[in-house]
């Protein structure tokens, strides 16, 4: 199981939180089962970035589903990417769709989405949902089962 692993930088290393996105490694291995066809779920129920106007944290809740190819992203990457967007100053829209646009590019997946549940911040959620293409028929893609934002009731 070694050679899986032989080319990654941080799993099993003392690391350190990225400062930005951009200094993030995201790391891949290979994927055992390259010919089935499954889906793979990441969720990241505590996700926060900046605001770019007022420097305020903004905080959701991410859910990430991938049907992979011939790769699959390491966890404890995915993990440090997604903490780096913490001093990251960007808005909802644009941290949930490049999310999605850089793990495309790293795994080249069969499908992949992801779903940004946003809390309010004046008062208004606002839920971004970007996908690399049609989902894949004949195979089970749960619901991502977060409810909308009803407030305190």
């Avoid at 990417?81 to 941290?95: K, Q, V």
């Avoid at 996908?131 to 749960?142: D, K, N, R, V």
């Amino acid at each position: 199981m070694s050679h899986y692993t032989d080319n990654l930088t941080q799993l099993g290393q003392s690391t350190t939180l990225p400062q930005s996105p951009e200094d993030a490694v995201l790391e891949r291995v290979p994927n055992p089962r390259a010919e089935t066809a499954y889906c793979v779920r990441f969720t990241q129920p505590e996700f926060t970035s900046l605001c770019p106007m007022t420097g305020q944290p903004d905080f959701a809740h991410l859910v990430i589903d991938y049907v992979p190819g011939e790769w699959l992203v390491e966890s404890k990457s995915l993990k440090l990417y997604l903490g780096s967007f913490r001093n990251h100053g960007a808005f909802h829209e644009d941290c949930t769709v490049s999310i999605g646009l850089r793990l495309v590019e790293l795994l080249a997946p069969k499908w992949l989405r992801i779903g940004g549940y946003w809390y309010p911040r004046g008062g208004m959620p606002i839920d971004v949902f970007w996908q690399s293409g049609a989902t894949p028929e004949g195979l089970w893609i749960p619901d991502q089962g977060v409810a909308p934002y009803r407030g305190r009731g």
